[in-house]
T-cell receptor, first 109, second 111 residues
C-alpha cells in the first residue's frame, strides 16, 4: 500500500514555514525524502534513521517516529527554490520501493 | 562520474508498436527500478530487479516487460498492450536501504 503524504499541496509566501507528513502502513527501518522540480528527476534530500534522528539540509529538517511509522519534513523560512513536489520513500526492509503520494509545494515571492 | 543514463530523452510510439527504453548504471548497484509518472501525479513502480536475471512486478506491470541480463542494464519495453503509454518514465538504482539514484527520464508519447 502506498504511503500517504499530507497535505497534497501547499502554497507559501517566501519566509513562511511548512510541514509535510508521511505515513506508512508498514514497520520502517528508515525514511528517505526527495524533491522533484518540474520536468526533472527527483533529487535525494535526506535520510532519517531509527531513533528519531533529525537530519538537515539547507533550512530543511525532518523527524522519524518509527513507532507511529511516520515521518515529517520541516521547511523553515521557505525560499523560492523550495518549490517542487516532495516525496517520501519509506524503507521497510525489502527491495520493493514505493514512494509516498507526494506533496506539491509552491513558494510565492 | 558514476550515474544512471537513460535514453532516449524523448520517444514516440505508433499504435501497435513496441518500444524499448534504455537504462544503464555504473554505480555498481544491485537493485534497479522503473517508475512511471503521469502529469501532476506521483511515482508508480512498474518493475524492479534486485539481482541479475531476476525481476519482480511492481504495482502497474501490465503492458510492460523488462530484462536484467547484466548488472548495469535494465531495459523497459512498453508493449502494444499498454493502451495509455504517454508518461514520464524514470529509471533508478540503489543499494538495499539506501536512497534511489535516478536517471534523467524518458518522455514517451503516442503518435
Amino acid at each position: 500500500q502506498q504511503p500517504v503524504q499530507s497535505p497534497q499541496a501547499v502554497i507559501l509566501r517566501e519566509g513562511e514555514d511548512a510541514v509535510i507528513n508521511c505515513s506508512s502502513s508498514k514497520a520502517l527501518y528508515s525514511v528517505h525524502w526527495y524533491r522533484q522540480k518540474h520536468g526533472e528527476a527527483p533529487v535525494f534530500l535526506m535520510i532519517l534513521l531509527k531513533g528519531g534522528e533529525q537530519k538537515g539540509h539547507e533550512k530543511i529538517s525532518a523527524s522519524f517516529n518509527e513507532k507511529k511509522q511516520q515521518s515529517s519534513l520541516y521547511l523553515t523560512a521557505s525560499q523560492l527554490s523550495y518549490s517542487g513536489t516532495y516525496f517520501c520513500g519509506p524503507f521497510s526492509g525489502t527491495y520493493k520501493y514505493i514512494f509516498g503520494t507526494g506533496t506539491r509545494l509552491k513558494v510565492l515571492a | 562520474d558514476g550515474g544512471i543514463t537513460q535514453s532516449p530523452k524523448y520517444l514516440f510510439r505508433k499504435e501497435g508498436q513496441n518500444v524499448t527504453l534504455s537504462c544503464e548504471q555504473n554505480l555498481n548497484h544491485d537493485a534497479m527500478y522503473w517508475y512511471r509518472q503521469d502529469p501532476g501525479q506521483g511515482l508508480r513502480l512498474i518493475y524492479y530487479s534486485q539481482i541479475v536475471n531476476d525481476f519482480q512486478k511492481g504495482d502497474i506491470a501490465e503492458g510492460y516487460s523488462v530484462s536484467r541480463e547484466k548488472k548495469e542494464s535494465f531495459p523497459l519495453t512498453v508493449t502494444s498492450a499498454q493502451k495509455n503509454p504517454t508518461a514520464f518514465y524514470l529509471c533508478a538504482s540503489s543499494i538495499l536501504g539506501q536512497p534511489q539514484h535516478f536517471g534523467d527520464g524518458t518522455r514517451l508519447s503516442i503518435l
